[in-house]
């Protein structure tokens, strides 16, 4: 995959999966993963699931310096 693609694929991750985390603990109206009926019980796991793979996407992409 090409540098910019998964940029942006780790930030869209973490831009979801943070605010799941800290509607969880904070309880504020905030991210999409809450949103979803589906998922009722399991934000917190659909959060994670979420930041884990946002660093890992965002941290290759850091890697990939001259590509």
Do not use: C
Not at 10 to 22: H, K, S, T
Not at 24 to 52: F, K, N, Q
């Amino acid at each position: 995959m090409r540098k910019p693609v998964l940029e942006v694929l780790g930030f869209l991750a973490l831009a979801q999966g943070v605010p799941g985390l800290l509607h969880e603990w904070v309880h504020r109206d905030m991210g999409l993963v809450r949103r979803l009926g589906v998922l009722d019980g399991y934000e917190v796991h659909a959060s994670v699931a979420l930041v884990v793979p946002g660093i890992a996407l965002s941290a290759r992409a850091g890697s990939r310096e001259g590509n």
